[in-house]
């Protein structure tokens, strides 16, 4: 009673914990949710498996708990998204461990009935190691990419479905007829799968590949919860899952992209990643200091600010904050615009404006920022490539064709902080770089606007 309980009170919490991170404003309060309801989970898991095994859970939940906040308090900012993907990794391997203990000592979690393992335990079995398997190995790949470690390779579309395809037909048979080397087949195909499903995207879907990742560990979790007979696994990954779907699909509508096409698509995994300049020598661009910089946010009247992967690689965010408070002390409108895939993950960029306390009334999303351009004196856009490239409005050639940009193009002028004329991580040169009205600032984006501020 008392652990049944326990766990009703921290699926509530999960819940609010929810429903907090879908505000900046009340993302801490979320966050804290989250931890009493993890902090009761433990408990009333602590409480339900007995004084024989008691020892040996608290031991788990040392090394775990240990463990994590390790990772957790060293991992830079910067790194965030792999940090991530790999936590999601760790959440489908736990959901195949799990899935092998039912399936090779089925009567320790009482599913076994006259006739044998009952048919709904080994579909939840059979999914639960597929969609955990996935899950891992997409997650590891995603983190090899994320860090740089890995660059991808083109997967025919044919062969993900083809393997996709089998991956069902083998866990109906499995269901059908309980012999073990079936779901040990499944299973290993299934980490294969979710390796070759996730070579092949490119680096500008990589926020909605770890969304969608996310999802996964969600429906792995749920399947945990099935077998294991556990009402708050069940109902927190089902959240998990839900959520992580929705976000991904509000992600790839961003981005006027299916979720599908992102999921199946090939042949952009050579295009990103690329650091080399323009192959066109033919294009010029107009290269300023900081003092010219300087000179122009002075003597604008509004600025709107376009965070990208720039300004996490550089840290560039509490440099940012501190020359937006300069120039509103100067009568200046400062605002910044977030794309809904701007950075390496969802929120990526909020996640880092929060960090250096920039007030959450100034942070605006596309849909309700971009007509504000047109009127703008000033967008200082800070490493944001890919989702400020007008070819995404006109070349059907390009591999972000389609994807609605940030309109930085109609400020009267726009400041673009780089390290280089490289490509962005989409592999796509961007045709802002050599627009009349775009002065580039080459360099590292903080020391950049530190100068700026010190002119100011």
Known sequence: MVVDVLYLIAAVCFIFALKGLSSPQFASRGNYCGIVGIVLACVATYISVGVSCAFYTLIAIAIGGGIGSCIATRVSMTDLPQMVAGFHSLVGLAAVLVAFSACFAPELFEIIGINGVYKSSLIEMGLGSAIGAVTFSGSVIAFLKLDGRYKGSDVPVFVNTFLLSFVI????????TEIVSVFILLTFLSFVLGAILIAPIGGADMPVIVSMLNSYSGWATSGIGFTLHNDLLIITGAIVGSSGAILSYIMCKGMNRSLLDVIFCSGQANSSNKNGDSSDVSKTCKNGSAEDAAFILKNASSVIVVPGYGMATSQAQ???????????????KVRYAIHPVAGRMPGHMNVLLAEASVSYEDVCELDEINRDFA???????VGANDVTNPAAKHDTSSSIYGMPILEVGKAKTVLFLKRSMGVGYAGVDNELFYAQNTMMLLGDAKKTTEDIIKAL
């Open 169 to 176: 037909c083998l866990l109906i048979y499995f269901v059908t």
């Open 318 to 332: 509490h440099a940012l904050k501190e020359m937006g408070d300069i120039l509103q002390k100067e009568g200046v």
């Open 375 to 381: 009127s703008c004196d000033v967008a200082y856009v």
